[in-house]
């Protein structure tokens, strides 16, 4: 299934299980700045997307468009690899959690970089990292996964110059619905709707016995036993991390961003 694809099918219900959490969005707003123009690459629904003039969003999926709401900026149908704008048309240009999605990371980003004046700002999730007890203990092939598919932090590097890469905790009572967003509330993942949010589990084969055993886990109380420590914390770091690269540095001179 290609990413448009797995977009235009589970992306139905994106809207009602993927709203922007408020202290996340306001990380997100720190490195973007405001009154500058935006460019939303992989926009979806336009979570975390500034809501004022000088935005624009690109997004491929008709389904995700539709969800778009009436006050969100306005969309161009289009993919991250092919921009259709020209060099610097943008002060910033964001990727949301889509980075993991492009058919060709590389050229994406370099579009990225084209189009960007001032800055590039990602979020995305480090493939270097360990994860959380749900795919440690009940889904490793989902670290698999995203161990592949998620842009290492060299890459990013390679493609975009310098960057500064920020950790992202995540709140217990997060918001918004991706992967990670649950981690303080297992049975969360035993619900159909949840997932339906979430595109990994829709790349996996079999998610049945694995679903199983965490009931029975949370049942039996074994998962709170292992898990007694993350009770006390009021976020985690899983390995999400909000990158920035400055154009500027990347294009003038060296002294001059020293
Ligand atoms: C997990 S959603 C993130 C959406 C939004 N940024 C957010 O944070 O809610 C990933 C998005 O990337 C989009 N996408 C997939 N392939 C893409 C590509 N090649 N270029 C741009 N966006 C793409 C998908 O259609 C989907 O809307």
Same mark, same amino acid.
């Given at each position: 299934?290609?990413?448009?694809?797995?977009?235009?099918?589970?992306?139905?219900?994106?809207?009602?299980?993927?709203?922007?959490?408020?202290?996340?969005?306001?990380?997100?707003?720190?490195? #973007?700045?405001?009154?500058?123009?935006?460019?939303?690459?992989?926009?979806?629904?336009?979570?975390?997307?500034?809501? $004022?003039?000088?935005?624009?969003?690109?997004?491929?999926?008709?389904? %995700?468009?539709? /969800?778009?709401?009436?006050?969100?900026?306005?969309?161009?149908?289009? +993919?991250?690899?092919?921009?259709?704008?020209?060099?610097?048309?943008?002060?910033?240009?964001?990727?949301?959690?889509?980075?993991?999605?492009?058919?060709?990371?590389?050229?994406?980003?370099?579009?990225?970089?084209? +189009?960007? /004046?001032?800055?590039?700002?990602? @979020?995305?999730?480090? =493939?270097?990292?360990?994860?959380?007890? @749900? +795919?440690?203990?009940?889904? =490793?092939?989902? @670290?698999?996964?995203?161990?592949? #598919?998620?842009?290492?932090?060299?890459?990013?590097?390679?493609?975009?110059?310098?960057?500064?890469?920020?950790?992202? =905790?995540?709140?217990?009572?997060?918001?918004?619905?991706?992967?990670?967003?649950?981690?303080?509330?297992?049975?969360?993942?035993?619900?159909?709707?949840?997932?339906?949010?979430?595109?990994?589990?829709? $790349?996996?084969?079999?998610?049945? =016995?694995? @679903?199983?055993?965490?009931?029975?886990?949370?049942?039996?109380?074994?998962?709170?036993?292992?898990?007694?420590?993350?009770?006390? !914390?009021?976020?985690?770091? %899983?390995?999400? !991390?909000? +990158?920035?690269?400055? $154009?500027?540095?990347?294009?003038?001179?060296?002294?001059?961003?020293?």
């Amino acid at each position: 299934m290609t990413t448009l694809e797995t977009y235009d099918a589970i992306g139905r219900s994106y809207s009602t299980r993927r709203q922007p959490d408020p202290r996340l969005a306001a990380r997100i707003d720190a490195l #973007i700045g405001c009154d500058n123009t935006v460019l939303n690459v992989g926009a979806g629904t336009g979570s975390y997307e500034p809501v $004022r003039s000088g935005v624009v969003a690109v997004e491929p999926s008709t389904v %995700m468009l539709s /969800q778009r709401g009436s006050s969100a900026a306005p969309a161009v149908r289009a +993919v991250a690899e092919a921009l259709p704008f020209q060099d610097h048309a943008f002060d910033v240009v964001l990727a949301i959690l889509t980075v993991h999605h492009w058919n060709d990371q590389r050229r994406g980003l370099k579009e990225c970089a084209r +189009v960007a /004046q001032d800055r590039v700002v990602i @979020l995305t999730w480090d =493939p270097c990292a360990e994860g959380f007890w @749900l +795919v440690r203990d009940y889904f =490793p092939e989902i @670290l698999a996964i995203d161990r592949r #598919i998620f842009p290492s932090m060299e890459l990013l590097a390679a493609v975009l110059g310098p960057i500064d890469v920020q950790s992202l =905790p995540i709140p217990g009572d997060c918001v918004d619905g991706f992967l990670g967003a649950y981690w303080l509330r297992p049975e969360a993942y035993l619900n159909e709707e949840v997932r339906a949010g979430i595109s990994t589990f829709s $790349r996996l084969a079999s998610i049945e =016995p694995q @679903l199983e055993r965490l009931e029975r886990d949370l049942t039996s109380g074994n998962w709170e036993r292992r898990n007694a420590e993350l009770r006390h !914390r009021p976020d985690l770091d %899983m390995g999400y !991390r909000l +990158v920035m690269a400055e $154009r500027r540095c990347a294009e003038l001179p060296n002294e001059r961003c020293s």
